[in-house]
Nanobody, 120 residues
Framework: VQLEESGGGLVQDGDSLRLTCAAS????????IGWFRQAPGKEREFVAA????????QYADSVKGRFTVSRDNAKNAAYLQMNSLKPEDTAVYYC??????????????WGQGTQVTVSS
């Protein structure tokens, strides 16, 4: 599976962005999709995950209520809608395909990342 993120950019405090994770190769339906982020000088952290089989979702406490994961089977894509962005959301965001877990080691395939910068 090859993954590619897009949709990052520079926004202001309180703005919204939607990240897209486009997949090629094997279909998304074989895997759960996870979103992670990594800020400068910090470890990669879990953001959200989507389980294809049951449509279950899980979110980090820091983004709960502001971020929403979704997917489009027909387009073999997943999305991360980010609302009410804060400066502390600034990071490189990665999508990954693998098991429905909240830790990076559970994912087998990774995109290259897209930068999200939120200015105050």
């Amino acid at each position: 599976v090859q993954l590619e993120e897009s949709g990052g950019g520079l926004v202001q405090d309180g703005d919204s962005l939607r990240l897209t994770c486009a997949a090629s190769g094997r279909t998304f339906s074989d895997y759960a999709i996870g979103w992670f982020r990594q800020a400068p000088g910090k470890e990669r952290e879990f953001v959200a995950a989507f389980s294809w089989k049951g449509g279950d979702t899980q979110y980090a406490d820091s983004v709960k209520g502001r971020f929403t994961v979704s997917r489009d089977n027909a387009k073999n894509a997943a999305y991360l809608q980010m609302n009410s962005l804060k400066p502390e959301d600034t990071a490189v965001y990665y999508c990954a395909a693998g098991s429905y877990v909240d830790y990076a080691d559970g994912y087998y395939y990774w995109g290259q990342g897209t930068q999200v910068t939120v200015s105050s």
